[in-house]
């Protein structure tokens, strides 16, 4: 499994507000690392939303938005549009291993 | 605007080796980290390897060590994965992502390695 937890899956109707959380650990999340967050659309390469907890990324709207508490992230997605419709990734660093980079397992947004 | 092109996957038996290749454009290659990030089929993403800009630091996942090396030619602005003894689980897509150590800012399409006899 993932070091990073995510939801396997969330849903909205168009218009709505959803959010979708990253939990951590003390060694990654909790030790301050900052968490980032990627879309990857049917088919598509992965795109950076947003970095460093909570900065979007260049051209991403700002019904994107991403915070950090504690041991945990969140993704929070306003206005839920069709083309919304997506897997998303939490991404960090843990300490405790070897490599670089640890992500979420990943969760597939339904917009209804 | 940023493009970058992974080329050099395809079909491979299981012990066999592949070099795939990341050429990146509108860019200063050579300011910027590079990582390769792996999706199986139907699964998440897996980051597997990265080189600083100069190229003097490397860093790898455990599930690669010692069988794949990392390297960039900044004359070039090509980036490198230089896969040996592959075993059917490294069959993803691979991507390579400019960046930082810490994150991918822009992303590649991806090429696909497919490791079976």
């Known amino acids: 499994q993932s070091v990073l937890t995510q939801p396997p899956s969330v849903s909205g109707a168009p218009g709505q507000r959803v959010t979708i959380s990253c939990t951590g650990s003390?060694?990654?999340?909790?030790?301050?690392?900052?968490v980032h967050w990627y879309q990857q659309l049917p088919e598509a390469a992965p795109k950076l939303l947003i970095y460093?907890?909570?900065n979007r990324s260049s051209g991403v709207p700002d019904r994107f938005s991403g915070s950090k508490s504690g041991t945990s992230a969140s993704l929070a997605i306003t206005g839920l549009q069709a083309e919304d419709e997506a897997d998303y990734y939490c991404?960090?660093?843990?300490?405790?291993?070897?490599?670089?980079?640890?992500f979420g397992g990943g969760t597939k947004l339904t917009v209804l | 605007e940023v493009q970058l092109l992974e080329s050099g996957g395809g079909l491979v038996q299981p012990g066999g080796s592949l070099r795939l290749s990341c050429a990146a454009s509108?860019?200063?290659?050579?300011?910027?980290?590079m990582n390769w990030v792996r999706q199986a089929p139907g699964k998440g993403l897996e980051w597997v390897s990265a080189?600083?800009?100069?190229?003097?630091?490397?860093y790898y996942a455990d599930s690669v060590k010692g069988r794949f090396i990392i390297s960039r030619d900044n004359s070039k602005n090509t980036v490198y994965l230089q896969m040996n003894s592959l075993r059917a689980e490294d069959t993803a897509v691979y991507y390579c992502?400019?960046?930082?150590?810490?994150?991918?800012?822009?992303w590649g399409q991806g090429t696909l390695v497919t490791v079976s006899s």
């Open positions: 991404q960090s660093y843990d300490s405790s291993l070897s490599g670089l980079w640890v």
């Open positions: 460093g907890n909570n």
């Open positions: 003390s060694s990654n999340i909790g030790a301050g690392y900052d």
């Open positions: 992502a400019k960046g930082t150590l810490w994150f991918g800012e822009s």
């Open positions: 509108g860019l200063t290659f050579s300011s910027y980290a």
């Open positions: 080189i600083s800009g100069s190229g003097g630091s490397t």
